[in-house]
């Protein structure tokens, strides 16, 4: 029976849903306005150990297990925006678990203290303006110029983008292909790098940027995994990144689900509660039965991925249900709101708009469905 969480993970999440309670949910509409997280939501979370979670103990991580990670996206979740998670994420599990896998014990010592204590913030640059989906595609140059790199191109829709200190980044340094691909932490600091902030439909409270290398000296010795290396680490790094998006949708359909019955057994029409029509009743027990199996997916993927077994196909099929699920999730928990749904005060709002990112971050549903087939053997041979 899935998931097997212990006494131990409970009480991470009592911590946890306590601290949400208190330091998140109050001012989520504030970061909403703002467009991003403060950089203190950061060192707090740090403080508690929340954002080293799968990182190694010598380097002030907690040395944990991916459910951990499903506990802490599930409670930060309940904060009321998908911006926070996402923020979290992008620094804890998709930029610094990188430096993690493939830095030297130099780069380590360098970055992960900070990031673990949240006095550092990173984000994982790899998207560029015409190079998304296809990642083999990226163009921005690192060449080699003594025990240095000199950077030049550009990076979008970046999350942590104008937040971050440091940011993971896939560089071209050889030939083209995936071959010719490397990852470099490029601190936010450099000369030569600008940013900017890019204006977005949904998950306000999730800085999104765009970033520019314009002859930027970076140290060889922030390579990960060797030169030429890094798409295999990245693509390693995807199936982390996929299975948060897999709990965030699955929470995220669980929030819906839950204002819309809120909403239903409150709002009259024609002189009845909106749940006293059994199409409403029929609609949302289709919704929750939805979430279930979106969940109970995203948990057996997880499961694998905690053991250590083959599990890209599953990870690929979670991320695809749980994401597109959410989407009609979305749109049927917003009908029940009628035009309250389309204003800004209702909770509804937001959590239909910030669904619309699920099915197009890290691998979009187009992306799950190839690999999916091409690991199912329905792509026939030339
Ligand atoms: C809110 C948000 C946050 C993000 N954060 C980050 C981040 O932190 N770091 C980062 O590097 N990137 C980030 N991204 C970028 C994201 O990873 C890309 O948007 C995504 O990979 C798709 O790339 P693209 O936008 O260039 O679309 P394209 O690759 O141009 O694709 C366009 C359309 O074609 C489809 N398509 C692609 N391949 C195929 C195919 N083989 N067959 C059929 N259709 C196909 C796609 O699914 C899509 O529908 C973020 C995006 C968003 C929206």
């Known amino acids: 029976m899935l998931p097997n969480f212990s006494d131990e993970h409970e009480m991470f999440r009592d911590t946890l849903r306590d601290f949400v309670e208190r ?32 990182l190694p103990t010598e380097y002030g991580g907690g040395g944990l297990d991916f459910w951990y990670t499903t506990i802490l996206i599930q409670e930060l979740m309940r904060g009321g925006t998908i911006g926070v998670p996402v923020a979290v994420m992008a620094h804890a599990e998709f930029a610094t678990m990188l430096i993690s896998r493939g830095g030297s014990d130099r780069v380590k ?13 990173g984000a994982l640059g790899v998207s560029e303006p015409n190079a998304g989906s296809d990642v083999a595609a990226i163009s921005t140059r690192a060449v080699r110029d003594g025990d240095d790199y000199i950077v030049n191109g550009s990076k979008t829709f970046i999350t942590n983008g104008t937040i971050s200190d440091y940011i993971t980044t896939a560089v071209r340094t050889g030939g083209p292909g995936y071959g010719g ?3 470099l932490v490029i601190p936010a600091d450099t000369p030569g790098l600008s940013r900017s902030r890019l204006r977005k439909i949904g998950t306000h409270a999730s800085d999104t940027a765009e970033i520019a290398f314009e002859d930027c000296r970076v140290p060889a ?10 798409f295999k680490l990245i693509m390693q790094g995807f ?3 996929r299975l948060v998006l897999s709990i965030i949708a699955s929470m995220q359909m669980r929030l819906m689900s839950e204002a819309a019955r809120d909403y239903g057994l409150e709002r009259k029409v024609f002189g009845q509660y909106l749940l006293g029509f059994q199409v409403w009743q029929h609609r949302l027990a289709d919704v929750l039965t939805k979430t279930e199996a979106a969940e109970t997916l995203a948990y057996r993927a997880i499961d694998l991925y905690v053991r250590g077994e083959p599990c890209d ?3 690929s099929m979670a ?8 989407l009609d999730v979305a749109r049927e928990c917003a009908q029940i709101f009628g035009g309250m749904s389309h204003m800004e005060e209702c909770v509804m709002a937001r959590l239909y708009r910030d669904s619309l990112a699920l ?22 041979e030339k």
């Open 23 to 54: 330091e998140i949910k109050p001012y989520v509409l504030e970061w909403e306005m703002e467009g991003a997280v403060p950089r203190d939501l950061f060192e707090q979370l740090g403080e508690l150990g929340f954002l080293g979670v799968r």
């Open 109 to 121: 010592e360098e970055f992960l203290h900070d990031a673990t204590a949240g006095k550092k913030i």
């Open 181 to 183: 691909i490397s990852l």
């Open 221 to 230: 010795d922030y390579l990960l995994g060797g030169e030429n290396g890094g």
């Open 239 to 241: 199936e982390g990144e």
């Open 313 to 315: 196909r599953i990870v």
């Open 319 to 326: 991320k695809l249900f749980a994401c597109e699920t959410a």
């Open 359 to 380: 099915t197009i971050g890290a691998g979009s549903s187009e992306v799950m469905r190839e690999l999916i087939a091409r690991s199912s053997g329905l792509v026939p």
